[in-house]
């Protein structure tokens, strides 16, 4: 089992570019997560969706953000016009069940994106 | 919504002293509480975990209590080591996989 397998591990984008991140979840979850980490900060949720649909997006920023995870592929995380607060580590998470309490996350490396 | 706070942001042991580390949350319908260790440039790490239907839990070094009246759970870590040293992060869910983590609590161990 591979794991959460995220990509690009790394990223450098110019102020007004596009970035996109990707996000494959464990062998047998259908539930993914995603959030942000700014430097020397915690983990704040973004987004939590289901094979072709979005549960809970509360922490998305109303702009700019969007997510999607598609009935074959990887969940992607789309940040437009990208700005240099964007600069984060963004980490994906995955696990098998929803709203039955045995929800175990499971994080992936994590995508750094530096904003120049 | 749920809000989890966590102190202290910054924790010094000597090697074999104990750590605490501890979390309010805000929202009584929690009822999941892990608790992640992250190392530099790593990926956040669950290393133990709590259900609201029990009181505490031990895992070798490692022990979480959690107290619903007051809404506290706390981490303990006996005989810390140096590998110990990282940020540890708690969080909070409703019965569902949507966790509301803490700050952070960067741990320093010194040998």
């Known amino acids: 089992n591979a794991g959460v397998m995220q990509n690009p591990r790394h990223l450098v984008r110019r102020r007004g570019q596009e970035a996109r991140l990707r996000c494959s979840p464990m062998?047998?979850?259908?539930?993914v997560y995603w959030y942000r980490q700014l430097p020397e900060e915690g983990l704040k949720f973004m987004v939590y969706l289901q094979k072709e649909n979005i549960i809970d997006e509360s922490g998305m920023p109303k702009e700019r953000f969007s997510a999607e995870f598609p009935k074959e592929g990887p969940s992607i995380l789309r940040i437009q016009q990208v700005v240099r607060g964007d600069s984060a580590a963004y980490f994906c998470a995955s696990s098998s069940t929803g709203g039955s309490g045995a929800n175990v996350l499971t994080f992936g490396a994590g995508s750094r994106l530096t904003v120049l | 919504g749920e809000n989890v706070e966590q102190h202290p942001s910054t924790l010094s042991v000597q090697e074999g002293d104990s750590a605490v580390i501890k979390c309010t949350y805000s929202d009584s319908a929690s009822n999941y509480f892990p608790w992640y260790k992250q190392e530099l440039g790593k990926r956040p790490q669950l290393i133990i975990d709590i259900r609201s239907n029990v009181g505490e839990k031990k895992d070798q070094r490692i022990a979480v209590t959690l107290n619903k009246t007051a809404k506290h759970f706390s981490l303990h870590i006996t005989e810390t080591q140096p590998e110990d040293s990282a940020v540890y992060f708690c969080?909070?869910?409703?019965?569902?996989?949507?966790?509301?983590f803490g700050t952070g609590t960067r741990l320093q161990v010194f040998p």
């Open positions: 969080a909070a869910s409703i019965n569902t996989d949507k966790l509301i």
């Open positions: 062998k047998g979850h259908s539930h």
